[in-house]
């Protein structure tokens, strides 16, 4: 069986693992660590040894003597790379630093850069992200193999197959029983308590057994899930909306650095013949493309056939995000929704964590082909913008968590003022990140943060109650608890608005939200 839980092989997983292994003795769930897949990697021991390792390897395992190898070639990430319907990428991208460079195979000039910005110290790199990312699909495609072979022996004499060989009702049922009646004192031999954990870091004990549902402005995440989607207002032009767009539609060109020489892994896996255009991976032509649809015809087929997947992605991220706009999140709010409300630091696009998916590419961006998906999206606000109100569909454990932010609010954001108007904010803060005021609360003598559970009462708390009840759960993860009461819910699940806003320091202070958490 493939693990229900599974972690990374780095430093800190020994601690975490003990944690799954509690949750292994205790519940029979499976369980499982990746290794760093390393054990068989021909070691680089020179730059002219490297040259006879097949590419895949070469500088993933360096010796203590050729570290600096491994450190030199850990990254193949070019900012931009020139196209012909895109004759000036500093029009779309002005910060974006290029250098002209003449390949010894040609004689036309190509403008590219080399994202040293984002490439940390710490980042692993392409060649550990390929490394790891085949040992994990060989441990998916191995289960699979095993169960296709459990299949094929087991049918032998004409279906159907044993009952017990692949219904599995019965042994999930063995799990959620198990987990349901794990009380959070009970102590495994090896494993730190789940109830102690979560109540040293600020949390409700009864986190340990209940089934959390949450939903955030973080990237990457499926749209449906976002904050905006439950905003609790029939008004839809009070739901906020990312004023960040994407600079340039359809595909990138092709990064030929990442490719694997002589081997096309897309035909490996398929075990089909993919014929190449003119007899080349190139996105060269003798026809220059001049739109989004000359590039598509222009592609090698292997690449067609991730276009019209991505294209196909799209389209069912359009159709989810306009159904997910379920009535019970437009409905007239007790308390209504105030108005002012933006969206700060999400990237653009369709941020989804999907490779097909195409995210960032804003006009700050000095190297848009890095594509990567995290940002820390949040709606934020002040007193002006009154009641953020969301509804909290399918509660049924009495159990609410924000987690949330304070800002200060700066005379200014890169020469634009970021004023107040009587409506809310002017703007959105995007181009520099307000100075975070969770280590030091506002200090206003009025201050107050307010929340109310369904139109209930509201619960006030000033800085020192706000400090006592804002917990540190993690680096940059602060929240607090709005609702733990187990009795809240007394028949069944149902849909629970929950209002947030501050008071006291009128413009002095920005309030955000980033995560919820319900159950």
Not at 483 to 494: N, R
């Amino acid at each position: 069986k493939i693990p229900h839980l599974m972690i990374g092989g780095n430093s800190n997983g020994a601690g975490l693992f003990e944690l799954l292994r509690w949750f292994h003795t205790q519940a029979d769930v499976p369980v499982a660590q990746l290794g760093t897949a390393q054990y068989s990697v021909p070691v680089t021991e020179s730059e002219e040894q490297a040259q006879t390792l097949p590419k895949v390897f070469r500088y993933v395992n360096c010796t203590d003597t050729a570290h600096e190898l491994c450190t030199q070639n850990k990254h193949c990430t070019q900012c931009w790379v020139d196209r012909p319907d895109i004759p000036d990428a500093k029009v779309l991208f002005p910060q974006m630093e290029t250098s002209a460079t003449t390949t010894p195979t040609d004689t036309t000039t190509t403008t590219t850069t080399v994202a040293e910005g984002a490439q940390r110290w710490w980042y692993p790199g392409w060649r550990q992200h390929s490394l790891l990312g085949r040992n994990l699909a060989f441990a998916i495609l191995d289960a699979m193999q095993d169960g296709v072979e459990m299949w094929s022996s087991g049918t032998m004499g004409g279906p159907p197959l044993d009952d017990d060989e692949w219904h599995i009702g019965s042994y999930y049922d063995n799990i959620r029983a198990k987990l349901d009646v794990l009380l959070p004192s009970q102590e495994g031999d090896d494993a730190k308590r789940c109830g102690e954990f979560m109540t040293s870091v600020g949390l409700p004990s009864r986190i340990c057994h209940v089934s959390m549902q949450g939903a955030t402005q973080h990237t990457p995440r499926p749209n449906a899930t976002s904050l905006t989607h439950l905003l609790a207002t029939p008004d839809t032009t009070l739901i906020p909306t990312n004023p960040k767009t994407v600079a340039y539609p359809g595909p990138d060109v092709h990064n030929q650095c990442l490719d694997i020489h002589n081997v096309d892994v897309v035909q490996v896996v398929s075990m089909r013949h993919r014929r190449h255009l003119k007899g080349s991976s190139s996105w060269e032509a003798e026809i220059p493309p001049q739109n989004e649809e000359d590039l598509y015809q222009l592609m090698p087929p292997r690449f067609q056939s991730i276009h019209e997947a991505r294209r196909a992605n799209e389209e069912r991220e359009r159709m989810a995000s306009s159904s997910s706009e379920q009535p019970h999140s437009r409905q007239l709010a007790a308390t209504p929704l105030g108005k002012g409300w933006a969206i700060h630091a999400e990237k653009p696009g369709s941020c989804n964590g999907e490779y097909l998916s195409i995210c960032g590419r804003e006009s700050t961006d000095s190297c848009p082909l890095l594509g990567y998906h995290d940002s820390r999206g949040e709606i934020i606000g002040n007193e002006a913008c009154d009641w953020l109100v969301l509804d909290l569909p399918n509660v049924k454990e009495g159990m609410v968590i924000a987690k949330i932010a304070f800002y200060n609010t700066p005379e200014t954001l890169s020469g634009r003022r970021r004023g107040l108007r009587n409506e809310g904010l002017d703007e959105a803060p995007q181009e520099e990140e307000p100075r975070r005021l969770n280590a030091a609360l506002p200090t206003n003598a009025d201050f107050a943060f307010e929340f109310s559970i369904d139109g209930g009462a509201i619960t006030s708390w000033n800085k020192d109650q706000l400090a006592a009840n804002l917990k540190m759960v993690h680096k940059r993860v602060e929240t607090v608890t709005l609702l733990d009461d187990a009795s809240f819910v007394t028949a069944e699940a149902k849909t629970v608005q929950v209002a947030m806003r501050v008071k006291g320091c009128s413009g002095s202070c920005m309030f955000a939200l980033s995560h919820i958490y319900w159950a």
